[in-house]
């Protein structure tokens, strides 16, 4: 054995082996395949199948080593975790067997022990990491799917739900815009804001990722969920940045944010949903309103004033 392979050996000792994973991308997708699903998953295969098959169809070409995997849930119980593998037809041939099991009105479903095992999989250090979620229902174990959620973002994932249902009847005040007693969700999140409490744990994550949330109208053809999925989502590793302090000191300005990949500015489109400005209001802003203030006080009521025109009638150029 050589010096060099001695030092290798040791450095994985040491760091753990399970860790190396510099070069590579991780994109996943965690699958509901209840009956109720049975439209979705034609989509699923139909858009999965067509990504993987035309190089930058869903996204931009990666640079690096691509790796996939993909998982199917139910209750009681979920499928057979297929990668992680560099091969897009087991995967592809993986989701063409996701054929949709008997129920559907059994909601909720195996959700958290899917993602769980599926993020289990992807090595804590990578070069990007996505996961996408399809489902109709609600997590059957909602401290599990925590548990699960904490490994995703222990490994720094993007987690994208795509969700037609939540299980249940929509309640007036969520203003449901589809006739289908099982889409309530596309309120849920704006109605109770940002506390991880009261929504849905699927968009808790989601938040804490700063990833978008899909809504998506249950499909009455494959074909149309196809359409909004090639529209709406992309395969590419981006990730919104931490919002900004307000753009003044006193008065009303912006917050912004950009959208990151692997740590470079891209264009805001592709962080997909969100806004990339925000209105902020900071304390009003002193107005200047003696002719005959002193320089000084003036020059130390424009800096209150954070610069902004026409906040003080007069500044220490006029003195």
């Known amino acids: 054995m050589t010096f060099t392979q001695l030092t290798k050996i040791v450095v994985l000792a040491l760091i753990g082996c399970s860790c190396i994973a510099n070069g590579k991308e991780y994109i996943g997708f965690v699958v509901d395949n209840t009956g109720s699903m049975a439209q979705e998953i034609v989509a699923v295969e139909k858009w999965i199948t067509d990504c993987l098959s035309s190089s930058g169809l869903c996204g931009d070409t990666p640079t690096v080593v691509r790796e996939w995997l993909s998982i199917?849930?139910?209750?009681?119980?979920i499928g057979a975790l297929t990668g992680p593998t560099v091969d897009t037809y087991l995967i592809t041939d993986a989701v063409k067997g996701y054929m949709p099991v008997?129920?559907?009105?059994?909601?909720p479903e195996q959700a958290a022990k899917g993602l769980k095992k599926l993020v289990e999989a992807i090595p804590i250090v990578h070069d990007g990491c996505k996961i996408y979620f399809f489902s109709d229902a609600i997590p059957k174990n909602v401290l599990l799917f925590a548990a699960a959620a904490q490994l995703v973002e222990d490994r720094g994932c993007d987690y994208v739900p795509i969700l037609t249902g939540c299980?249940?009847?929509?309640?007036p005040v969520y203003d449901c815009p589809?006739?289908?007693?099982?889409?309530?969700?596309n309120r849920l999140k704006e109605f109770f804001g940002g506390d991880d409490g009261l929504i849905p744990p699927i968009y808790g994550l989601a938040a804490r990722t700063a990833s978008p949330v899909h809504i998506i109208e249950k499909p009455r053809r494959p074909a149309d969920m196809v359409r909004t999925l090639r529209k709406e989502v992309s395969f590419g590793?981006?990730?919104?940045?931490?919002?900004?302090?307000?753009?003044?000191?006193?008065?009303?300005?912006?917050?912004?944010?950009?959208?990151y990949r692997?740590?470079?500015?891209v264009d805001t489109g592709k962080c997909g949903d969100g806004?990339?400005?925000?209105?902020?209001?900071?304390p009003a802003c002193p107005v200047c309103e003696d002719e005959r203030t002193d320089c000084l006080v003036v020059k130390f009521f424009h800096q209150l004033c954070g610069k902004v025109e026409g906040k003080c009638k007069k500044t220490c150029d006029q003195c």
């Not at 299980?167 to 309640?171: D, E, K, R, S």
């Not at 589809?178 to 969700?185: E, F, R």
Request: glycine content about 14%; overall charge positive; proline content about 12%.
């Open 167 to 171: 299980c249940g009847p929509c309640p």
């Open 102 to 107: 008997s129920g559907g009105g059994d909601c």
């Open 237 to 259: 590793i981006t990730k919104w940045g931490p919002w900004s302090s307000c753009s003044v000191t006193c008065g009303n300005g912006v917050n912004t944010r950009s959208c």
């Open 275 to 282: 806004p990339s400005k925000k209105d902020c209001a900071m």
């Open 262 to 265: 692997r740590g470079k500015v």
């Open 178 to 185: 589809s006739p289908d007693p099982q889409y309530c969700i």
């Open 72 to 77: 199917s849930f139910h209750d009681p119980t």
